[in-house]
């Protein structure tokens, strides 16, 4: 613990409460620098090779959710990815999501116009799937309210009726334990409980690929890229990295040590911390009359009819969200008892 502690207060230094990693997490030390000294060696005209970076990137993400680097895609949006998958299905396939499911996870569905996207509650995913659903698509865990869906469930179910699983893994990948190869496709955003820079995301693919089309292929989804500069790819990558898309280079000079840190530190140690700090703030909310949304083991605590109350307390210098009405908290590795006690003195006035 004496370690985890030094090493969290070594490479994070928050001016404020900031209790918002659900929006955007803070970068360590190590990852400012890295991109410092990429930009500055860019500027001077010797530049790094940032390409090694999202190398180094990929490696580390697909050891943190137990997947060979070969199904490891690296891009910048999970938008993107949402529609390279819903590029692959046919006319008429029907996909199941959840209701108020993050935009991001599934417009690129509806914009197709000839599939079938059927939402239903979050808690009956698992019992929707039925002969003819082609896809589920799910966040792990909901960006509103910090619900966490049963993966496991849903993944049976799927595997009965025939159907593929695409989770997004954004407001996961970082705390929960999660085993990404134990689904057809898994996006994520890395800016957030990954605290890497804006502009990195990720993509899990099966070993065959998925029968995915890489319709936005350039140069870097090559098999040897700079071979591939001039004229049609004339042969793409054999693993993931054919649906690379043209990488955002400093943010994945930054990007390879903020995943670096986090295997350093471990997801166990990270989910701990988290989770008793979320169950610290729900105990306090109890003691004064307020119930979160039901999400236990999630690190996301969203109280109904607090939202109002997120500029108020953005000016006292505490930093949380105001999702569909409520006030959102998210609680991170570099979050302390302190900072909740703070939230809770701040609620009760």
């Not at 990429?38 to 490696?59: I, K, L, N, Q, Y």
């Not at 054919?242 to 471990?266: C, K, N, Q, T, V």
């Not at 988290?274 to 949304?293: I, M, S």
């Not at 009819?305 to 006292?316: D, F, T, W």
Request: glycine content about 8%; some cysteine.
């Amino acid at each position: 613990m004496e370690i985890f502690e030094s090493l969290v207060r070594s490479e994070f230094a928050p001016t404020t409460t900031y209790l918002n990693t659900a929006s955007t997490g803070l970068m360590p030390a190590r990852t400012v620098a890295a991109m410092r000294t990429a930009v500055e060696a860019s500027a001077a005209g010797r530049p790094t090779d940032m390409f090694a970076d999202v190398e180094a990137a990929r490696a580390s993400f697909a050891r943190l959710t137990r997947v060979p680097g070969s199904r490891v895609a690296a891009g910048a949006s999970v938008a993107v990815y949402t529609g390279l998958v819903a590029a692959s299905l046919p006319e008429g396939a029907e996909v199941l999501t959840a209701e108020a499911e993050f935009s991001s996870t599934v417009t690129p569905f509806h914009i197709r116009g000839d599939l079938k996207v059927r939402t239903v509650p979050l808690e009956r995913i698992a019992d929707s799937v039925r002969p003819g659903t082609a896809l589920v698509a799910v966040s792990a865990a909901q960006s509103a309210d910090g619900r966490i869906a049963d993966l496991p469930a849903i993944r049976a179910a799927a595997h009965e009726h025939g159907a593929r699983t695409y989770i997004d893994a954004s407001q996961a990948a970082g705390w929960l334990d999660f085993d990404a190869g134990a689904y057809d496709y898994v996006s994520t955003v890395a800016f957030k409980w990954l605290f890497c820079p804006r502009g990195v995301s990720f993509l899990v693919v099966p070993e065959d690929l998925g029968a995915l089309t890489p319709v936005f292929a350039g140069w870097i989804a090559g098999e040897e890229p700079w071979d591939s500069c001039y004229g049609p790819v004339e042969e793409l990558a054999h693993s993931a990295r054919r649906f690379d898309e043209s990488p955002a280079l400093f943010s994945y000079a930054g990007a390879r040590h903020s995943l670096a840190l986090l295997e350093e530190i471990g997801l166990d140690a990270v989910r701990a911390h988290d989770l008793a700090l979320a169950d610290r703030f729900r105990t306090g909310l109890a003691t004064l009359g307020h119930e979160p949304v039901p999400a236990p083991g999630s690190p996301i605590v969203s109280v109904p009819g607090l939202g109002h109350r997120q500029p108020e307390l953005g000016s006292a210098g505490i930093e949380v969200s105001n999702r569909a009405g409520n006030l959102r908290a998210a609680f991170h590795l570099y979050n302390t008892t302190t900072d909740v006690d703070r939230l809770l003195d701040a609620l009760s006035s």
